[in-house]
């Protein structure tokens, strides 16, 4: 198919279709090119399977070189729990997603986001168990402000100070959550965890290593080397909330690998299936993600919404 180097209808009726959805896959994208191609010009229907991975990449190239003034980009990244899938999203690149939010949520309930990013990836994520999720009844108990932040005003946002930290109710959470799902910032498991979604990856990566890895030494320092709470892939670089992690008995070997990226990781080591931090053979390696969260017995039962899982509280870490 040829393709102008010109800016048309069509690319605008593209960028209409991604402003509307938060994310696009390629596979989603074939029939709606070959929608708008189609009705672009009715004499020549286009099928979706004339649409070529090269077209699409063209529509995205354009489309990005005519909104980078308005600090917008298409930015792609792989889907950690959907096979490595390339999920595509509308990034804003002059600010982060927290900030977006709070043109929608209130400053309460943006304080309440972050005590839920905090329980991700602070409370949930240590040396032994790097889960990187919380269940919905984990995120509902958060719905109170600490004491300590209180005391501190170390919670979240500047807007913290004037509204006191007033929490906000279960309710509200809810509602939150149920947003955040709906919007494509979070994912929820069929075991009932929140993650953070492609979409969010892409438009956190900054603010979670500014906020996550600031090299403080707290309790779970490894002998005075600050532990990085947001670790990267070593096959491809992106951040891992998903996948393995080196089987090294000592939790010290700082390898990690999306389950789609292992194939790529021992193709590019000539097929030694070993480490590439500590050499180690990496059998039986250690989960990242919901499958690092300490079961209760009953784990077993009903989506586990009130009784599933327990022992995300952070008070297993006592190494
Ligand atoms: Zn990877
Ligand atoms: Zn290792």
Redesign the pocket.
């Known amino acids: 198919m040829s393709q102008s180097e010109s800016y048309d209808n069509t690319h605008r009726a593209f960028l209409q279709a991604l402003i509307a959805r938060p994310t696009i896959t390629f596979a989603e994208a074939q029939p709606l090119l070959a929608l708008i191609q189609t009705s672009h010009n009715p004499d020549r229907p286009v099928l979706e399977g004339d649409i070529t991975r090269a077209d699409f990449d063209h529509y995205v190239h354009a489309v990005n070189n005519a909104i980078s003034s308005f600090d917008m980009e298409i930015r792609s990244t792989?889907h950690?729990s959907n096979r490595?899938v390339e999920v595509f999203a509308l990034v804003n690149t002059a600010s982060d997603a927290l900030t977006q939010m709070a043109t929608v949520h209130s400053a309460d309930e943006i304080a309440f986001v972050k005590r839920v990013l905090d329980c991700m990836f602070e409370t949930n994520n240590t040396r032994k168990r790097e889960v990187m999720a919380v269940t919905s009844w984990q995120a509902l108990k958060l719905t109170k402000v600490p004491d300590s932040d209180r005391r501190e005003s170390g919670a979240a946002t500047q807007q913290d100070t004037q509204t006191q930290n007033a929490g906000i109710t279960m309710q509200q959470a809810e509602k939150v959550l149920r947003l955040l799902v709906s919007e494509s910032w979070f994912e929820c498991s069929d075991k009932d965890f929140y993650t953070l979604s492609p979409r969010a990856l892409m438009e956190l990566r900054g603010w979670l290593i500014d906020t996550y890895n600031d090299g403080d030494n707290d309790s779970d320092s490894d002998h005075g080397h600050p532990h990085e709470k947001i670790k990267?892939?070593?096959?491809?670089?992106?951040i891992?909330t998903q996948?393995q992690r080196c089987p090294d008995p000592t939790l010290r070997c700082p390898a990690?690998?999306?389950s789609?990226?292992v194939g790529?990781?021992w193709r590019a080591q000539g097929g030694r299936e070993v480490c590439p931090s500590c050499k180690k053979e990496w059998k039986e390696p250690l989960p990242v993600g919901e499958k690092a969260a300490k079961r209760s017995r009953q784990s077993g039962s009903m989506g586990g919404r009130r009784s599933g899982v327990s022992g995300l509280d952070g008070a297993d870490e006592s190494d």
Do not use: D
């Open positions: 792989a950690q490595g990267v892939c070593m096959a491809c670089r992106e891992i996948g990690r690998l999306h789609h990226c790529k990781m």
